[in-house]
Nanobody
Framework: QAQLVESGGGLVQAGGSLRLSCAAS????????MGWFRQAPGKEREFVAA????????IYADSVKGRFSISRDNAKNTVYLQMNSIKPEDTAVYHC??????????????????WGQGTQVTVSS
């Protein structure tokens, strides 16, 4: 399983931008589809975005489509989440996750086998 560490979270004003990063410590990063999920207080973890192992395909939750962008750099074992036009309802702990292989699309919690500890994103209105 991959070890995943997120960074880049913080406090941001509504309408602003953040870029989250997730570094994976595995020699086989390139074989995994990768995803981002988020969990707000008192709510279940929800899917945000996912990217195919080669970066050629992406999928997004309707709530972030057009505002967030997922990308990856397989040479750096890193996946990113660019967050633009951030809204207060985007406040949550954001977790990256590694899929169970090259399967895609993936968007359910059960599709992912490794998880990071998360990074907090707080949006002020």
């Amino acid at each position: 399983q991959a070890q995943l560490v997120e960074s880049g979270g913080g406090l941001v004003q509504a309408g602003g931008s953040l870029r989250l990063s997730c570094a994976a410590s595995t020699r086989h990063f390139f074989i995994y589809s990768m995803g981002w999920f988020r969990q707000a207080p008192g709510k279940e973890r929800e899917f945000v975005a996912a990217i195919h192992w080669n970066g050629g395909s992406t999928i997004y939750a309707d709530s972030v489509k057009g505002r967030f962008s997922i990308s990856r750099d397989n040479a750096k074992n890193t996946v990113y989440l660019q967050m633009n036009s951030i809204k207060p309802e985007d406040t949550a702990v954001y977790h990256c996750a590694a899929g169970r292989g090259r399967y895609f699309p993936v968007s359910s919690i059960g599709d992912f086998g490794s998880w990071g500890q998360g990074t907090q994103v707080t949006v002020s209105s």
